[in-house]
Every structure is written in C-alpha cells, then in structure tokens.
C-alpha cells in the first residue's frame, strides 16, 4: 500500500514563495509518475503540474506556468512543487498524487494513489 504525505502549506502573502513537499511510502516510486492537483473551496480538483518517473520530463498547468517548479528526489522517494510569485487565486488544499504509469499525466484518472492534502492560503 503507497502512503503519500504532504507537508509545506502554510500562509503567506501575494508574492512569497513556498515549496510543497510529497513523502511517498510503502514501495518505491521512482518508476511512477508523480503530479500535484490543487482544490479551492467550491471548485473543482485542478490539475497543477506532472513529472514523469526519471524527473526528465514536466508538464505544468497554464495558470502556474512559469511560477511553479515540480521536482523529485527519487532517492528520497519524494516529489517538490516550489511555488514561485503567489497569488490569492492560488489558495486551495494542494494534493499529491502516484500514478502506476511512468509518462506525466494531467487527469485524476492517471493517478492511483493520493495524499491527504495540504492547504496552501495566500493573503492579498
């Protein structure tokens, strides 16, 4: 059984920065790709960014592009969203989430295994 935990959410004002942590256990990950999706209240689960399993190869939301930055460790077994520039509009619960596949994906569906959530609030 994969346990995925997030760690790194917090508050912080418009323009700060933060990064997003995900631990994997339970098996190794470093054939699966990895993604994050984020959730506001009343909104829909949204796709944020994805690597693929060797870390060669990302794919990030239109609406992060440029500001956000996936990255994994897969010595340690964990994968990074560094939040660059933040806006109001980006506070949700951000989620991480495995995928049994190794190519990035941007749909819930690709994904097997997701963590609890962290919430992530940026203040104006």
């Known amino acids: 059984q994969v346990h995925l935990v997030e760690t790194g959410g917090g508050l912080v004002q418009a323009g700060d920065s933060l990064r997003l942590s995900c631990a994997a256990s339970?098996?190794?990950?470093?054939?699966?790709?990895m993604g994050w999706f984020r959730q506001a209240p009343g909104k829909e689960r949204e796709f944020v960014a994805s690597i693929n399993s060797s870390g060669g190869s990302t794919y990030d939301a239109d609406s992060v592009k440029g500001r956000f930055t996936i990255s994994r460790d897969n010595a340690k077994n964990t994968v990074y969203l560094t939040m660059n520039s933040l806006k109001p509009e980006d506070t949700a619960v951000y989620y991480c989430a495995a995928s049994v596949n190794a190519g990035w994906g941007w749909t819930p569906s690709w994904y097997r295994y997701w963590g609890q959530g962290t919430q992530v609030t940026v203040s104006s």
């Open positions: 339970g098996r190794t990950m470093s054939d699966s790709a």
